[in-house]
């Protein structure tokens, strides 16, 4: 058995009657929908073996082109409510890149900025890339951070609520990323992440030295935490969830039971299984079949 999931942006309720009329007749399905939060989400099941859930999708996608709607076809299994959940941070977790924050201090926030928009892409590769930046941020004070964290960086919507919820029912929970810890341990905090994982920038007398310390977190290593966290929990690997939005997230994406393209690069959103353009991140719980009555935080 298959489910169809469908998700609208909480600020513009879109799962009307005649959605979900048109999705089952789509999916050639009897089951009436199950109603997870008004017309921001629900969910109908779907005569089907796990193998005919991608075709589902481009088929239901197709039909409903044009609504601002995300959607997916699922494996209704034991699995669909995951145990480990990983995420990546900028432009994820949070609605900005910290580097190019950080560049802003010194008036290169533009140069910085497309570099990392182009890593991104996949179009240059990311650990060269980060390095090149890296040494343009030689001598910002560290005492800096904090005033970002504060002034500049917002936390994306849902996502306090999608990590708070997850750990209530037990997941573990985990902030990989590409960025710093500098921003990774108090964002990690705020949201409420177990742990966090990232890279680590030089730092002499209070200031940044324009070196990140090896080894680089990247697009294999982010791979290799959801691998190493998953045989530490002795989960199954359909078991995990991942999010991201980035080149270097492919490979956890992937990786994972379940891999969510969060308003991600178009390389990124055309490769993963699962994409969200319109909800916020609350659609990852929904994904797995949580009714908002389920939400905590």
Do not use: W
Not at 114 to 122: D, K, L, S, V, W
Not at 170 to 183: A, N
């Amino acid at each position: 058995m298959l489910v169809a999931v469908l998700i609208a942006n909480p600020d513009r309720p879109s799962i009307t009657d005649a959605v979900l009329a048109e999705t089952r007749a789509v999916l050639r399905t009897e089951h009436q929908p199950r109603i997870l939060h008004g017309e921001v989400a629900a969910e109908l099941l779907v005569p089907g073996e796990p193998g005919a859930a991608a075709s589902l999708t481009e088929r239901l996608r197709n039909a409903l082109a044009g609504e601002p709607i995300d959607l997916a076809v699922l494996p209704a299994d034991a699995h669909r409510r995951k145990r480990l959940f990983l995420a990546d941070m900028d432009s994820t977790m949070i609605e900005q890149e910290c580097i190019d924050e950080l560049a802003g201090t010194l008036g290169l926030k533009d140069h910085v900025a497309a570099i990392t928009e182009r890593a991104m892409r996949g179009e240059i590769a990311f650990e060269p890339a980060l390095r090149e930046r890296v040494a343009l941020l030689k001598d910002i004070p560290v005492s800096a951070v904090d005033g970002l964290i504060a002034e500049r960086l917002t936390l994306t919507p849902g996502g306090h609520t999608l990590v708070q919820t997850m750990r209530a029912h037990g997941v573990h929970t985990c902030l990989v990323s590409g960025g710093f810890t500098l921003f990774t341990g108090p964002i990690s905090a705020m949201i409420g992440f177990h742990e966090h994982r990232s890279n680590v920038l030089g730092v002499a007398e209070g200031r940044l030295t324009g070196r990140v310390e090896d080894p680089v977190v990247g697009q294999a290593e982010k791979r290799a935490a959801l691998i190493g966290l998953r045989e530490t929990l002795g989960l199954a690997p359909t078991a995990t969830l991942a999010v991201g939005d980035g080149a270097n997230d492919l490979d956890m994406l992937t990786e994972a039971g379940l891999g969510v393209a969060f308003r991600a690069k178009p390389a990124v959103a055309a490769a993963a299984r699962v994409r969200v353009e319109y909800g916020d991140l609350s659609a990852l719980l929904y994904l797995q079949g949580y009714a908002a009555a389920e939400f905590v935080g």
